[in-house]
């Protein structure tokens, strides 16, 4: 649907998206002088929108150090993701990455597109990073070598069970949340959060865009990539890839309904984790990508289009929830609405719907129990009717001016 459309069905977007576009353009336009952190930021602005836009609001100093890990990360993850590389080449680099950053003349070509610019240009990154305070580069240093080390281990090995699933996104995503937890106790204004919680942090978001990205794993070239474990899909088909072919699609969808289950299960560690936070802006940074992950399995429950091509939250539905993502409140709010639609989804002949019922009102009942829920503006589910009369006024507005604009028009 084109933008003027998608608009037109939900008014209530538009307010939210020109904020973000605002937001978006002050976001890029501040990039900084020097050509090793103007680089950096610019880098990060490609690579990631959405985490560019949440990492600009963090306080300076620890702003630089999560965009350098971020972009250290991020190329780190670029020699895991290429495979056009062999295994023997890729393992070394992965399990010595931790070093290369500490060295300004070190460098390795693979990527595509703005990730290969970024490898082309790692010397910026590592220049950045060595400016970086101590205890910012130590722990960035210790996150990439073990993950460097996980990535490799991996490489050579298929995820067959839960408990391997378990370990991978730890290695991905989990490590960036100790990480993470590391970096906002370091610059002074966090407690430092427990593994156990921050790890939960990472896996709830890398299991979201494992389900997601199922069709574009698989149809990788020139070798697909396999994240969904053996453990859970041997259940429904013979081999991973017969979930995209329409004949299966009932079981397809019942595989993946079984696969956000699982990922539900990091929920209620995230919500302790976020309500443990202290510092607005850090809470920002971490909520809204947690928030975009319970409506991106809400999306995509129960949704044969993940076997079929993209399924992503519509660009208004974003902006909202960077809008509204302000508060504890405000996730607790976002949490239980997802929940709501997620529910509404269940089918009884699903052969996990009990379970995922549980999990839901387990997640519902947490939300509740906070006592905030009705502290929230209206959220996902019910539109917020102030931005509905403001829409229907500015098109009477409009509409005005091209009448007489028309008319005026007209007369000469
Ligand atoms: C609070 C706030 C943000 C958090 C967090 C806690 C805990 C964990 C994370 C962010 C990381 C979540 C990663 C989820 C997205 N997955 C990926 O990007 C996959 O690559 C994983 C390895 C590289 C991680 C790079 C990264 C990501 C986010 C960061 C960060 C570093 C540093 C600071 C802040 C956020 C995925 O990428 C390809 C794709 O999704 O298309 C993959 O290769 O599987
Ligand atoms: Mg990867």
Known sequence: MGSLGAVLKHPDDLFPLLKLKRAMKHAAKQIPPEPHWG????MLHKVSRSFALVIQQLDTNLRNA???FYLVLRALDTVEDDTSIAADVKVPILIAFHRHIYDREWHFACGEKDYKVLMDQFH????AFLELGESFQKAIEDITKRMGAGMAKFILKEVETIDDYDEYCHYVAGLVGLGLSKLFHASGTEDLLSDDLSNSMGLFLQKTNIIRDYLEDIN?????RMFWPRQIWSKYVIKLEDLKYEENSEKAVQCLNDMVTNALMHVEDCLIYMAALRD????RFCAIPQV??????ALCYNNIEVFRGVVKMRRGLTAKVIDQTKTIADVYGAFFDFSCILKS???MNDPNAEKTRSRLNAIQKTCRDSGLLNQRKSYVVKSNPRYNTAFIVMLIIILSVIFAYLSAKRTN
Do not use: Q, R
């Not at 910026?124 to 220049?127: E, I, L, M, Q, Y």
């Not at 975009?292 to 399995?297: K, P």
């Open 124 to 127: 910026h990154v590592s220049t």
């Open 66 to 68: 999560v965009c350098i």
């Open 39 to 42: 680089f950096c930021y610019s």
């Open 345 to 347: 989804k269940v089918d």
């Open 292 to 297: 975009m992950a319970i409506g991106t399995l």
């Open 280 to 283: 607005p802006a850090i809470f």
């Open 220 to 224: 990788e070239i020139p070798k697909s």
